[in-house]
């Protein structure tokens, strides 16, 4: 049996319970594309492959690969991808499968965030997301505006997201069990977006920058991006903190400050 791996962030699912509560909320249905991000040692990926009939996996572990491949032989619809998910190319898979993919995944811890934004940026390929994932990574996901955790994911994902907070997985469902709590969130990329962007370069750009500077105000917090003139033009206090700010302000915002 393969051990994990720490460089890879590798934490393997084996509650039986909780896979199960796993599959029913992903709902997986046999006319549908579907990638799973880091099987492992296949706890999720039997199940989904049963229920979808045929299934893309993504894993960087050379050993893990070897071992899916045994145990998934040619003829078995399960198509293995020896690749990093952070450089994989989502869009191609979606245009090989002739629809949009749905992503499921336990994603690292170490590279939860890059790989979300990774995703959002092939947001376009992608039906769904159910991941799970840290749970302070999850409470940031989806919080709401003023809230302790709201911050600059919740604003990139709110660009363009339905983000859904499902439920909490203790640390007892892994081997080894982490030590800390994780969640599984379902994340829908909308069509048209609930924001109204028209310069997406921009609108990030001032979103890192002011949550980069959050204890400030937000007139320091986005200096040299937009003067305090084209904060009230947006319909804020320049002395409002980031938090404070909503996900259509900061479009509002980055549509009124100058490139």
Known sequence: MNRPRKRFGQNFLHDAAVIERIVRAINPRPDQAAVEIGPGRAAITVPLLAAFGELDVIEIDRDLVAALRNRFPPGSKLRVHENDALRFDFRELAKERGQKLRVIGNLPYNISTPLLF???????????MH??????????????????AYGRLTVMLAQCCRVESLFTVGPGAFKPPPKVESAVVRVIPLEPPPLSVRDHERFARIVNQAFSQRR????NAVKGLASEAMIEAAGLKPTVRPEQVTPEQFAQLADIAVP
């Open 131 to 148: 991941l799970m994932l840290q749970k302070e990574v999850v409470d940031r996901m989806a919080a709401r505006t003023g809230q302790k």
């Open 216 to 219: 400030k105000t937000l007139r």
């Open 118 to 128: 990774h995703l959002l940026d092939q947001a376009d390929a992608i039906e769904d």
